[in-house]
Structure formats: structure tokens, C-alpha cells
């Protein structure tokens, strides 16, 4: 047992320390945070399995009630993932425990990664000044951005996979790669704009290192990945011409007014909850974190030192390649950079440019592993501690919500004004060109024209059936759903409320109409895409079973 626990004991430390930052979660109840909307989600993903609408892609209950395609565009698999978590945890634990899993796995992919190329030690002390960056704190407990929280958390464990494939050409890594890249593409739209330059180039960096070995394998395994998110990625981008996206990029949305100051980003410790606004002062803090910039100035000035003394060149083009990482990602924080932002429209839709403090804390946790890989002397240990506790003592406080819900539970959050407050929330996102923004919740159907009687109508996530007994010789009816590509055969899409909700045109008599959410050709083209991709794997799977290696 000594052993195991001696053999360990990095790991073992790193869930001690873990448990430092997500205590908060183990309360009763629920906590505030910005974008809260994950019980909703969950809940109506739910919905989508009850109804077997997989992939799911419209939501019923959100858009002010008459629902939206909110899974069409929104990255959909911490969805999936918590709607399974809460038929045995309910809906609030399932949303605390995604919480926690993405505190957690970042910090445990990044000893792994670091481990892989330095060792132990730098791996620990990398782990944990990743753990206790602030801007995990202020993506948990402030913003309650959980799609990037746990995006970020995947990086570490996709350049792991990257890393050990090239190396090894191992099946296993093969796999890993594979599912993880493709839970990465459905998990963050944003982080996938934000990511893909340093994965490239982390890629590229090892294929030159062990000459290109096991390319096709990664190249296979990153193409496979794409196919898998394929149900998602491809109707996102060749259907967001049907949804208003333009409105992720305007208004409050728009990057000119989140650039953030060099007193912001290196030595305030201001801390708070409130929102990203227009100009030097915000209400939530945008700091990189100390001992996080300190570090790439210190291993700054230790590689000018050894590139002078011509020593270990080799040893410090990776570390080189990150300081650079680090300081080109604060450069994209401040306004200076404008015309960089202005030149790539792509980068409009990371609406805050201090979104690159997620690849600040990265790069700069990376630089405290490569500080203590690159120390030789006996101290090694002293500052390998020295930055673990500083970095801990400097940062637990930020792990804490602004307020806590102790007597929160899944009945009072999906009912009553917390519910419709949810059913309101982010409306605009990804609302059909078709419909206008709506002022209040739907109140049920509406005869609009004509004399009706509605004896029934039930609506599910991807279908309605209505009851009618239509007295007057023609009656236009109402339904508290908005138009969208294809709601059946069924619906006359040319007879559009005013608000763009479906309507239908009756005759005389009782009436039974129902419609359908059926698929387009793109998106049935691209869940063929995804079936397809994972009987590729199926198959690799049962032909490589017997190997250890891919090469062999």
C-alpha cells in the first residue's frame, strides 16, 4: 500500500488540491453564475431523449415557449453527458457534477501531458498552476461558462493523445484521440476558432521531431474525429444562414468593447461577479494571475540566459515556442491588436478577446513545468514548492460562488418565474430568421382568423398534434412553435404569424393536424457522416484488436 501510494503520490496530492476548488459544489442547493441556463438544457435534453429526437436538435420549451433549434448550432455533448447524469442525480447534481469533471480533468491532463515530455515533478507543478488559474475560477463560479471550462480541460488531454501517437503509434492512442477530438468539436464552438492554430502546431513541432512517424495514423485519427461531430459541425455551419447568428457578433457582443488593460491582464487582484462592459473598468476580473505572469517573465530572461551560454539549444525551442504563445495571446487581449482582429473576420465570433486568457494560463502553467525541468541545481525542489504554494495561496479564494441557493432544488428551478425566466434566456442566439423577437412567453394557440374550438393540442420536442373543431368554413389557427425547417408536410409555411409561429389553415369540421421536425438533406447527410465514422472505428477496433501498435 506504501508503494502504491509513494508511487502516486503526484496524483494523489492533485486531488487533494482539486478538492480546494470545487468544495463549493458539494453544497446543497445550486449557485449564481452568469449564463445559468444549464438546468434548462439539460431538462430539454431530456426531452429529446424521452421523444428519441437523436441527435438532438430543437429544444420545445426555450424561445419564449415556442422553442428553437437551440442543439442545431449550440454544441450539444455536455448536454448529452448531463441528461444521462441526471436520471440518477436529477438535474441540478447533474450540472454540478459537469462542474466539477471539467475542474478536475484539466488539471489531471496536464500532469499527464507534462509528465510525458519533462517528468514528474514538472508535470505536478504545471497541474497545479493550471488548477488555480483565475480565469477557471471566474469560467466556473462567475461567467458559469461550462461548455468552455470543460473545452479547456480537453486540451491538455488532445495534445496528450497527439503527443503519443507520433511517439508510439500506440491503438489505444489511436482511439483516445479519435473520441476525444471528437467530443472537443461538440462540446465549444468558440474554443475550436481559439485552439486549432496551437494543436497544429503542437502537432507539426513532434512530426518533425520523430520525422514524421505515424502521420497517416494522426491524420486518420483527426479526420475521424471530424466525422464523428459531423451530426453537428456540418448543419451548425451550413444552416446558420436559417438562425440570426449575426446577433453573437453585435451590440454588447462585439469585441471592440472587451479589450482588456495591461493593469487588468498583470496587477489588479480585483475580484467580482458582475459582467465584461465597455471600457478599462469591468465588474469581473480579467487577470492572468500571479504567479502565472511571472513565470513567463522569469523563464523568459532564464532562456536569454542559456541561449547566450549556448547551452541546451534544443532543450528550449519548446519552451520558446510558449513564451511566445503566452505573450502573443496577452498582445490579442489589448487593444493594440485591433487591426489583427479587424483582418480575421473568424475571430468576431470570440465576441471578448480576453477569451485568449484561456491560452494565457495555459501556456504560462506550461512555462512553471519547463522553469523546473530546466533548473539543474539542488534548489529544483525549493521552487518547484515555492511556486506550488504560491500559486495555491494566491488563487484558492476565487474558487467560491457569488451566492448560494442552499434551498435550490429541481422542482423550484423548473417551475413558477425561475422557469420562464429560463425559457427567456438567450433568445437571440439562435432564434429563426422567420420569427421576431418575442415580447412575452407563448400563451398556447391563437385563432387567428375564423371560429374554432381547440379540444387538444400536445407538443413534444420534435413533434405537435392538434385537435380542432373548426366551425366557421375556414379558421387560421396559431401554434406556439416557431417555424423552422421542416416542421412536416403538414404546416403552410407561406401563412406565417406576424411573430413567425407556425400556422395552419383548416377547413370546416373536426380537424386532427400534425407535424413533424424532420431532417434536411444536410443534416441527414452529416448524421450518415457520423454512423459512418464510428463503423470505421468498429471496424479498426475488431481488425486491430490483436495489435498493440498500429505500425505493425
Known sequence: MKKIIFSNWTTLLLVVFSLVTIWPLFAPGYFSHHDDLHIIRIFEMRKCFADFQIPCRWVPDMGYG????????????????????????????????????????????????????????????????????????????????????????????????????????????????????????????????????LIFLWALFWLHKYKFANLKFLSLSLLLGLGLSAFFTIPAFFERNLVTTETLTRGDLDYHAHFAGINQLFFSRFWGYGASRLGPEDFLSLQIGWPHWWLAVMLTFLLIFLSIKHRARREIILPVFFVITFFASVFMMHNKSTPVWELFDILNYLQFPWRFLAVAIFSASLLGGFIVALIKSKYKYFISVLIVVFAVLANWNYFRPGEFYTDMNDQKKLTGELWEEQQKGAVLDYLPRTAKEPRELASGTIVIKGEAEIRSFIKGSDFWELEANIISNEAEIELPIFNFPIWGDRVDSQGLSYGGRVTLVLEKGVRVSRGFFKNTIIRSAANLITLTSFGVLIYFWKYEKNKQSLAK
Not at 519533462?118 to 461548455?147: I, N
Open 66 to 197: 415556442s422553442g428553437y433549434p437551440l442543439f442545431n448550432y449550440y454544441n450539444p455533448f455536455i448536454y448529452y453527458l448531463g441528461a444521462v447524469l441526471s436520471y440518477i442525480t436529477g438535474y441540478i447534481w447533474a450540472s454540478k457534477i459537469l462542474f466539477a469533471t471539467a475542474l478536475i480533468l484539466g488539471p489531471i491532463g496536464m500532469y499527464f501531458l507534462v509528465k510525458e515530455f519533462l517528468g514528474k515533478l514538472p508535470g505536478f507543478v504545471t497541474a497545479v498552476v493550471f488548477m488555480f488559474a483565475p480565469y477557471r475560477a471566474l469560467d466556473a463560479y462567475v461567467r458559469g461558462a461550462l461548455a468552455e471550462l470543460f473545452a479547456i480541460s480537453l486540451i491538455p488531454v488532445i495534445l496528450l493523445f497527439v503527443l503519443r501517437l507520433i511517439k508510439q503509434g500506440k491503438r489505444l492512442d489511436f482511439f483516445a484521440l479519435t473520441g476525444v477530438s471528437g467530443i472537443f468539436l461538440t462540446t465549444h464552438n468558440i474554443s475550436v476558432i481559439l485552439w486549432s492554430p
